[in-house]
């Protein structure tokens, strides 16, 4: 088993910056794509960004270019680092990881921009 432990709720203004981090724990086989994702009031789950082991990163349209995924896979950790935030990213986010085979979720963190 997999345990992942997020970050804490946010709240910040539009135009701010904030960091994610999604900490992995537990039996660790080989943790190969690491991911972000969210899902806001009446709409269904996205796929904000994906950081497999070897190949390059892939971002959601909406977030190119304002969101950065990294891992540090020496602490089993992912980021989302989010700049220039708009109401719309409004979401609770999850980070998903796959561990042996299995895709484990986090429990999610609440992001809420508003002024």
């Known amino acids: 088993q997999l345990q992942l432990v997020e970050s804490v709720v946010f709240l910040v203004h539009p135009g701010g910056s904030l960091i994610l981090s999604c900490a992995a724990s537990?039996?660790?086989?080989?943790?190969?794509?690491m991911c972000w994702f969210r899902q806001a009031p009446w709409k269904q789950r996205e796929l904000v960004a994906l950081?497999?082991?070897?190949?390059?990163?892939n971002y959601a349209d909406s977030v190119k270019g304002r969101f950065t995924i990294s891992r540090d896979n020496a602490k089993s950790t992912v980021f989302l680092q989010m700049n220039s935030l708009k109401p719309e990213d409004t979401a609770v986010y999850y980070c998903?990881?796959?561990?042996?085979?299995?895709?484990?979720w986090g429990p999610g963190t609440q992001v809420t921009v508003s002024s």
């Open positions: 950081m497999p082991r070897l190949v390059s990163t």
């Open positions: 998903n990881v796959h561990n042996g085979g299995t895709a484990y």
């Open positions: 537990g039996t660790i086989f080989s943790i190969n794509a």
